[in-house]
């Protein structure tokens, strides 16, 4: 309708499909494993998506271009949720934005930790974290984060305000453009493997947030971030961009 609209609604088990129409807001909790079929929703840009129980498996089929915001708790009190695994399909070339955010089932927030992420036929994806806080700094990690392979072309990972980040990124045959924000004040990011480096042609390293800090490497398992432990698949590079200011580092480790 006219405005800004939200929805709300829960999904315990089997297969969600039902319809929402032109709601900008769309909020989903899951009280088990479950699949949520997008088909039917339509006019949105924001999904909002949480857990309140444990869940081993959670799908989000045929989702368009729109933010993604992940948690495991998203009220206090709500629950004691858990997402473990969750994989998005998207429409061919969709452009999405998934922010991993705080754990909010305590009065203080808390770090998330996402043991597995899987992204299917979106060209485009930006990785955000999100819900830290001056005097409560988190470090959310992106476990294992697996892209289309023959469909991912750019990978964009930021973050918020005292918020760092931790991932290890699969599926990265087709990835051309790597761009790396460490944006938010004191916003450390580390890249533990960028395993198939083969199609990069651009990689921008940018960390301008108060004390934000860059590592490549961070697991000590590879030559460095981008490439296989053996150093077989590299990268050629047309553009390179480097740039640490406001008192941010960046440690290419390797």
């Known amino acids: 309708g006219a405005?800004?609209?939200?929805?709300?609604?829960?999904?315990?088990?089997?297969?969600?499909?039902?319809?929402?129409?032109?709601?900008?807001?769309?909020?989903?909790?899951?009280?088990?494993s479950a699949t949520i079929n997008a088909t039917g929703i339509t006019g949105y840009t924001t999904l909002n998506i949480s857990a309140s129980d444990?869940?081993?498996?959670?799908?989000?089929?045929?989702?368009?271009?729109?933010?993604?915001?992940l948690s495991d708790d998203s009220v206090e009190g709500g629950g004691d949720g858990n997402i473990e695994a969750m994989t998005i399909d998207t429409t061919d070339?969709?452009?999405?934005?998934?922010?991993?955010?705080?754990?909010?089932?305590?009065?203080?927030?808390?770090?998330?930790?996402?043991?597995?992420?899987?992204?299917?036929d979106?060209?485009?994806?930006?990785?955000?974290?999100?819900?830290?806080?001056?005097?409560?700094?988190l470090t959310h990690d992106f476990e294992t984060v697996t892209l289309d392979d023959e469909e991912t072309t750019s990978l964009t990972i930021t973050s918020g305000d005292y918020t760092s980040l931790e991932a290890n990124i699969a599926g990265s045959e087709s990835v051309a453009t790597?761009?790396?924000?460490?944006?938010?004040?004191?916003?450390?990011?580390?890249?533990?493997?960028f395993a198939d480096p083969a199609a990069m042609t651009s990689l921008t390293l940018n960390a301008d947030g108060l004390n934000s800090t860059i590592t490549l490497g961070g697991n000590g398992t590879t030559v460095g971030a981008i490439g296989d432990a053996e150093n077989s698949v590299?990268?050629?590079?047309?553009?390179?961009?480097?740039t640490a200011s406001n008192g941010a580092t960046i440690d290419a480790n390797g």
Do not use: H, M, P
């Open 3 to 32: 405005g800004t609209d939200s929805v709300s609604y829960s999904v315990s088990s089997g297969t969600w499909a039902g319809s929402i129409d032109e709601a900008e807001t769309v909020s989903a909790t899951y009280t088990g």
């Open 54 to 69: 444990d869940t081993s498996s959670t799908t989000l089929n045929n989702i368009g271009s729109a933010t993604i915001n």
């Open 93 to 120: 070339d969709a452009t999405i934005t998934v922010d991993l955010g705080a754990n909010q089932e305590a009065t203080t927030a808390a770090a998330a930790d996402l043991a597995s992420l899987a992204i299917t």
């Open 122 to 137: 979106a060209a485009t994806v930006t990785l955000k974290a999100s819900g830290g806080g001056f005097g409560n700094l």
């Open 178 to 193: 790597l761009d790396v924000q460490a944006e938010g004040a004191e916003s450390d990011f580390t890249i533990d493997a």
């Open 234 to 242: 590299t990268a050629i590079l047309d553009t390179v961009s480097v």
